[in-house]
């Protein structure tokens, strides 16, 4: 079943006790699991470990490596990359490749074998989770010290901020509260003494805010901390929000931004990311994880095109029920699928959640099995070197995610719903404890159950919905065909050449429904809730079908009606294909022999 805590609350410190599976054996199913000493809460503060120990380490042990190899795309011979015209000159499109260090080793530029990791996986990206120190000048050092060892390696970091979601408070050594705001919010907010030394780091990314929209959903609550996020929406209405939210975001990226520091988020489910994106932040979403990955992708493709955002994606390891006892949760194929469709879909970073982490310490580790000395790739960590190391090469991508062509738009106000009304998490939108889901806010679950030929269910995006945990494995596959989620703003040129849109969830702006109607002229079908359609066209369409130009419009209280599903038919997918266009180019996913957790990517001209 699924517990009512995460595995936040155990990633501090990580005790290795045992010693590593051999490759073989992990091929074979050995078991993994972990075990942590006491974490940092209410305020304590862990002793950070000594330096001279880590300069006084001997050099790393080379292990012999594995004579097994891990094919990254089971299938024949590679297809030659396509060369769309578009970026045919300027070479093959970038790709930042890192890693999350949560559950430790926390302080990897102090460890004998860090650079040599970095190597060996083509690493260039560190999502490092922040510890603050017993000291301010004991965090100015730490901060330093990480910065020159990732200029040293050639490697960009992130901050991640997660410590403030599990800690009560952190008082600095100058009487200073990081984490509650005088307003009653509580997130992690340095003082701006130490976001200036933040802003002068040289390999510094930016700063993240992990699963920052869950947080805002159940404020805190799982955490026994109950308090408001980056918005307060007590005594506000639900029509608002989207926006108020938005504002809030938009002035703690304004306060980051004196101090040139970019602000990134981390998305456990697949909502808020418009509005993260809209205020300056970037939004990456987790994919594996508890969550339909085609789905939480077209959330953040529709996001990063709305907003000029990138497009960074995680692939998480931590997987559903029995989370305590069951790490990795996701199988080598899943993760090699995630990898796969991140990759080919046109992530413009792609970093994996967790590094080092050992599941009570059985010696199964996460991507690599640490210890003070050495480390041992696992067989996930070899499906990451191989993806990066060889994979990549030969399949670089001359094709960009800002020249999709999208062919269906689900456009929504933000409320914060993914499916939650049957969770062991409060239903509660951006955590106010008199908003809940209902059939308004939910549409756009039905519309995903629509698209995907009924593979998502009408209810839920999420496998943290009880229901859907209790019905079916999780998958990472499902059929879409060019589906993008935008918000109630979107511009009426991310509009054009639709074949599909549908209106769903709480409003929509006057601005983005004048566009609409201009898609619907020009071709468009668009499918809304009757309070969404324009005032000219709402009484006929509760009537049918009523043609507009060279489009037409339907007007229905549900996504699934026979009428809507007759509609829809020959815009939706292939029982086994995920698929979109970018530019001259054609992305496929498919099954392998039907197989839903492994998949393969055909790359081809459009």
């Known amino acids: 079943m699924l517990l009512p805590i995460t595995r936040r609350s155990m990633l501090r410190q990580v ?14 199913g050995c078991g993994a699991s972990l075990k942590t000493q006491s974490t940092r809460r209410g305020g304590a503060t862990p002793t950070p470990e000594p330096e001279s120990a880590v ?45 999350d260090d949560a559950g430790g080793p926390l302080h990897l530029e102090q460890t004998a074998w860090g650079a040599d990791c970095i190597r060996e996986f083509g690493f260039d990206t560190w999502v490092h989770h922040y510890a603050p120190q017993p000291t301010v000048e004991a965090d100015i050092n730490q901060i330093q010290r990480i910065d020159a060892w990732c200029q040293e390696q050639g490697v960009r970091w992130i901050a991640n901020l997660e410590d403030a979601n599990w800690v009560a408070e952190h008082l600095d050594s100058k009487g200073r509260e990081w984490y509650n705001r005088p307003d009653g919010r509580q997130y992690f907010l340095f003082p701006d003494d130490m976001l200036s030394v933040l802003g002068k780091c040289q390999a510094l990314q930016g700063l993240l805010y992990d699963e920052a929209e869950h947080m805002q959903n159940c404020r805190h609550l799982i955490n026994q901390i109950n308090k408001p ?32 520091l970019q602000l990134y988020t981390e998305s456990v489910f697949p909502v808020m990311l418009g509005c993260f994106a809209r205020a300056g932040m970037t939004a990456v979403p987790k994919i594996l994880k508890e969550g339909w990955s085609p789905a939480f992708y077209a959330v953040a493709l529709g996001a990063a095109l709305q907003y000029g955002a990138e497009l960074w994606i995680t692939p998480d390891l931590w997987g559903l029920a029995d989370w305590y006892s069951n790490y990795p949760g996701h199988s080598i194929d899943e993760y090699r699928s995630a ?51 060889e994979y990549v090469p030969v399949h670089p991508r001359y094709y960009r995610w800002q020249d999709v062509h999208p062919r269906t738009a689900i456009i929504r106000q933000e409320d914060g719903c993914w499916g939650q009304r049957a969770s062991w998490l409060p239903d509660t939108l951006f955590g106010n404890p008199n908003w809940h889901s209902d059939d308004v806010t939910e549409g756009w679950l039905r519309v995903f159950h629509l698209l995907s030929r009924g593979v998502i269910p009408p209810y839920t995006l999420s496998w943290h919905n009880t229901e859907l945990a209790r019905e079916r494995n999780y998958q990472v596959f499902c059929p879409l065909d060019g589906v993008v989620v935008y918000d109630h703003h979107v511009r009426p040129e991310l509009l ?33 809730r009757p309070a969404l359609l324009p005032e000219s066209i709402r009484a006929g369409a509760q009537l049918g079908i009523v043609v507009d130009g060279a489009g037409q419009w339907l007007a229905s209280e549900s996504f699934l009606d026979d009428a809507v599903r007759e509609l829809v038919e020959p815009a939706l997918p292939a029982q086994d294909e995920l698929t979109y266009t970018f530019g001259n180019t054609r ?8 197989d839903v957790n492994n998949l393969s990517a055909k790359i081809a001209a459009a």
Request: charged share 15%; proline share 7%.
């Open 496 to 528: 054009r050449d639709l074949q599909m849109i549908f209106l769903t969830g709480i409003a929509i702006s006057p601005q983005t429904l004048t566009g609409v109607q201009e898609a619907v002229r020009n071709g468009a079908t668009c499918i809304g």
């Open 339 to 389: 990898l796969l469709l991140a990759y080919s879909l046109g992530a413009d970073g792609i970093y994996t959640e967790n590094l080092a982490y050992d599941n009570l310490n059985l010696g199964r580790g996460s991507l690599i099995y640490a210890r003070p000395y050495a480390y041992t790739a696992t067989d996930y960590g070899e499906v990451t070197r191989s993806f990066k190391q």
């Open 15 to 28: 005790t290795i006790l045992t010693a590593a599976c051999s490759f073989s054996q992990l091929l074979s």
């Open 587 to 594: 992305v496929a996913l498919h099954p392998i022999d039907g």
């Open 229 to 260: 996020f980056f918005y307060n929406p007590d005594g506000h209405e639900i029509q608002n929000a989207a926006d108020e939210f938005t504002a809030a975001c938009r002035e703690i990226v304004r306060h980051h931004s004196q101090f040139g």
């Open 55 to 99: 300069s006084a380490a001997p050099a790393r042990t080379v292990e012999p490596k594995p004579s097994a190899t891990i094919r990254v795309i089971p299938s024949a011979e590679p297809e030659p990359s396509v060369r769309p015209s578009a970026t045919a000159d300027t070479g093959p499109t970038p790709l930042r490749w890192g890693f």
